[in-house]
C-alpha cells in the first residue's frame, strides 16, 4: 500500500487543471437519482481542490452503455445535482473528445469544474486505446484517481491515461478504501464469514475459491444462491440462473472441502409470480414453475444470524434479495441488522462492499454500525482476493 503515490494536501494546485477520476456511477429512476452516497462522499475533496482554486474536470461512467450514447444513462442528473451541492460554476460537456477538446475549456476558470458525459459513451475508454488515453491526458496538468471501486478495470481513464500525464495521484477516497480493506485483512480475526449475494457466479468464482482458502464460512443469497440449489436438485421456478453453472459450483464444493470451509446455502425462500408481488415463503424443494425466487426466508435469516454470531470477522458483497422492491428487502435488512448490533455490542470486524449493498441498506430508517463501508463492489472483492488492480499498479 505504501508504494501507491498518494495526492499530498502540500500539493500546490492553484491555477492547475486537474483531471479528476470519480465513480458518480449512481442507481438512477427516471433520471432521478436514487441513492447520492457515492456522491456525498466525493463532495469534500471536491470543495477541498475549489478551496485551493484549481481548475477541476470530472471524468465518471454511469451503467454499461459500451461505447453507445445512450440517454437513459447521461450523467446530466448528476450534474444538475453537483451544481445544487457545490458553491462555484459546474459546466457539463457532452461533445467529443479529441485534439480541440482542450482549447473548448480555456474559458474554466481557478475553483470552476468540468464534469465530462458518461466516459463510456466512447470506445476508447472501454477498449484502453492509448489515442483516446492521450486525448484525455491532454485535457489536464495533474491525474487523480479517486474512484477505487473502479480500479479493477483496464480502462483509459483508470489505466492508460497515466502513460500521458507526468503527476499521478490517488485521491483520499481510494487512501481510506485501501487502508481500511488492507488492515482488516492483516488483522482478521477468526472465525471469518463471507457474505456473498449477487447475480453472476462466473464473475465471483476467482474470488469465492480464494477466498476458500481464507475464511471459514462462505454464505451464498440473492440470484448467485439459485445455481446452488439448481446444483443440489431443487428447481427454482423462472428465477435468474446462469448457464454452464455446475462445473463453476462443483470446484466450489471440492476446493471447499479441501479447506474446511463451510457452504452455506439459503434453506427456505420468499418468492413471488412478478418482481412487483408481494411474496411468500417456501421451502427450497416446493418452489412452484412459474415463481420467481427474490428473497431469503426466516429459516436461512435466523440461520445466518446465527453463523454471523459465531464470527469475530463479516466480509459482505451483495444484497440477499431484490431489494428495489421492499417486500423482498427483509433478508438484506435482517443480515444489516445482525451485523451491526455484533459490530457495536462485541467489537465485530465487519466490512461491507458493494453499490447494491450500501443502496439496499440505506432504504432503511435504521442507523446501522460498520467497521467500513465500501462503495466498491468488484474491485472490493478483487482487492481482498490479493489481485494488484489495474488501476492502483499505474500509481506505484
Known amino acids: 500500500m505504501s508504494k501507491i503515490k498518494y495526492f499530498s494536501e502540500n500539493l500546490e494546485v492553484q491555477s492547475k487543471t486537474i483531471i479528476l477520476r470519480l465513480d458518480l456511477n449512481v442507481p438512477l429512476n427516471e433520471k432521478k437519482i436514487q441513492d447520492k452516497s457515492r456522491i456525498l462522499t466525493s463532495l469534500p475533496f471536491l470543495k477541498d481542490l475549489i478551496k485551493k482554486k484549481a481548475k477541476i474536470v470530472i471524468i465518471s461512467h454511469l451503467g454499461r452503455p459500451k461505447g453507445v450514447k445512450n440517454n437513459e444513462l447521461s450523467l446530466a442528473p448528476i450534474y444538475k445535482f453537483l451544481k445544487e451541492q457545490l458553491e462555484t460554476n459546474v459546466y457539463f460537456f457532452m461533445g467529443d473528445i479529441n485534439e480541440e477538446t ?71 477516497l481510494l487512501k481510506k478504501e485501501v487502508s481500511a480493506i488492507d488492515t482488516i485483512i492483516q488483522n482478521k480475526k477468526k472465525p471469518v464469514t463471507c457474505i456473498i449475494g449477487g447475480s453472476k457466479i462466473s464473475t465471483k468464482i476467482n474470488v469465492i475459491t480464494n477466498l476458500i482458502k481464507n475464511v471459514d464460512n462462505i454464505i451464498i443469497v440473492g440470484a448467485m444462491a439459485n445455481n446452488f440449489l439448481t446444483f443440489k436438485g431443487f428447481k427454482v421456478g423462472k428465477s435468474l440462473i446462469e448457464k454452464d453453472s455446475k462445473k463453476i459450483i462443483d470446484n466450489i464444493y471440492a476446493e471447499a472441502k479441501k479447506y474446511n470451509c463451510n457452504i452455506i446455502i439459503p434453506e427456505d425462500c420468499n418468492v413471488s409470480t412478478n418482481f412487483e408481488g408481494s411474496g411468500k415463503t417456501k421451502k427450497q424443494d416446493s418452489i412452484d414453475e412459474n415463481e420467481i425466487v427474490l428473497d431469503i426466508g426466516p429459516k436461512t435469516i435466523k440461520n445466518i444470524e446465527s453463523i454471523i454470531d459465531q464470527s469475530n470477522t463479516v466480509l459482505w458483497n451483495g444484497p440477499a434479495g431484490y431489494f428495489e422492491n421492499k417486500n423482498f428487502l427483509t433478508g438484506t435488512l435482517a443480515i444489516a441488522k445482525k451485523i451491526s448490533q455484533n459490530t457495536t455490542k462485541k467489537s465485530l470486524v465487519s466490512i461491507l462492499g458493494g453499490g447494491d449493498t450500501i443502496s439496499a441498506i440505506n432504504k432503511s430508517n435504521d442507523k446501522f454500525s460498520f467497521t467500513h463501508l465500501s462503495t466498491a463492489g468488484g474491485a472490493f472483492l478483487e482487492f481482498l482476493e490479493g489481485k494488484d488492480l489495474p488501476g492502483l499498479s499505474v500509481l506505484k
Not at 465530462?116 to 491532454?138: P, V, W
Open 102 to 172: 482542450k482549447s473548448k475549456f480555456a474559458y474554466l476558470k481557478e475553483g470552476e469544474i468540468i464534469l465530462l458525459e458518461n466516459i463510456r459513451f466512447f470506445e476508447g475508454e472501454n477498449k484502453n486505446d492509448d489515442d483516446f488515453a492521450k486525448k484525455l491526458a491532454s485535457l489536464g496538468d495533474i491525474y487523480i484517481n479517486d474512484a477505487f471501486s473502479c480500479s479493477h478495470r483496464e480502462q483509459a481513464s483508470i489505466h492508460k491515461i497515466t502513460k500521458y500525464i507526468k503527476d499521478c495521484y490517488a485521491g483520499p
